[in-house]
Structure formats: C-alpha cells, structure tokens
C-alpha cells in the first residue's frame, strides 16, 4: 500500500483561538512525527490537521493541544466527530497491520504466473 493511504485530513475544533495563540498551537502540533501540514482558521476556532494515521491519531493530537491550555468544543456535535474520527483512526490502524488475504482459497504465495503457450 501507499504512505499516502493512511494520510488524512480533520479538522479540529476548539472553543477560542486568538490571533496570540497561533505559536503555542504550532509548537504544540510540531511535535507530532505525523503531523505534515496544519492551519490555523481563528475565525472559525478551528484547525485543519493532515497527518499520517500510523504515526499518530486525532487523540492524541486533541490531548496535546489540551494539554497546552486550549479547550476542545464539548458540544454534541463535537463529541460526535471526536467519537467517529477516533474510530476512523482506530480501524486505519489495524488495517494498517492486517496481512492481504487470499482469495480463490490459494495463499498468495503459490500464485503463479501462467505460462504462453
């Protein structure tokens, strides 16, 4: 498979983001091996992440950014998105790390390609 299968973008959404957090929120998510691009929209209190699923989860990006001081939108819709896009997560990882599997009952090994006749 492809790095970029397991590349995906989210957004995260907080309570407040001012023009004054911009740096702490850049340190915070350029600690993150996964994290490959972000950006930071204060109008909408919201940052748009593309990170890499098997380096690292939207939780653990949510965690760390809490853990800075910002607080993660608790309305029903945000629990909501947190629960789905953790789970999206969650099953990316282990598809990540599930072997291909046969088909036609023949392990992949004993394929074989046929020969011209």
């Given amino acids: 498979m492809n790095n ?3 590349v995906r973008t989210h957004k995260i959404h907080l309570e407040k983001i001012t023009e004054s957090d911009i740096p ?3 340190q915070c998510l ?3 091996l996964g994290v490959q691009q972000f950006g930071i929209l204060t109008k909408k209190n919201r940052i748009c992440v593309k990170y890499d ?3 690292v ?3 653990t990006l949510v965690e ?3 853990s800075a001081g910002f ?3 608790q309305d029903w819709l945000g629990k909501t998105k947190k629960a789905w896009i953790r789970f999206v997560d969650q099953t990316a ?4 790390q599930h072997r291909p599997v046969a088909c036609c009952n023949r392990p992949p090994h004993t394929h074989k390609a046929k020969e011209s006749r």
Wanted: aromatic fraction near 12%; charged fraction near 35%.
């Fill in 4 to 6: 970029n299968d397991w």
């Fill in 93 to 96: 990882r282990k598809n990540s």
């Fill in 71 to 73: 607080t993660y939108k």
């Fill in 30 to 32: 350029d600690t993150h």
């Fill in 53 to 55: 699923m098997c380096l």
């Fill in 57 to 59: 989860d939207y939780e």
């Fill in 64 to 66: 760390s950014l809490e």
């Fill in 24 to 26: 702490a929120i850049k």
